[in-house]
């Protein structure tokens, strides 16, 4: 099976060709995980300032529910 990976994509496997343990790997995904929920608090705020939400709001949304039943 063919994959055509983005520039992006073959940058990461370069990077991490090298992990030989479990332990290595977890630290990774660690530290991806903790990058990208930084990445996510970093454009929620802006679009937080962009919008000039007020507090309420947030109160509101945490009280809501979202999912869909299958």
Do not use: C, G
């Not at 705020?45 to 039943?69: G, I, M, Q």
């Amino acid at each position: 099976m063919a994959f055509n990976l983005t520039y992006t994509q073959k940058e990461i496997i370069n990077l991490i060709q090298d992990i030989k343990s479990s332990n290595e790997l977890e630290e990774i995904k660690s530290l991806l995980i903790i990058y990208l929920a930084d990445r996510v608090t970093r454009e929620a705020d802006k679009a937080v300032e962009d919008k000039n939400y007020p507090s309420s709001v947030f109160e509101k949304w945490k009280n809501e529910h979202y999912r869909k039943t299958a």
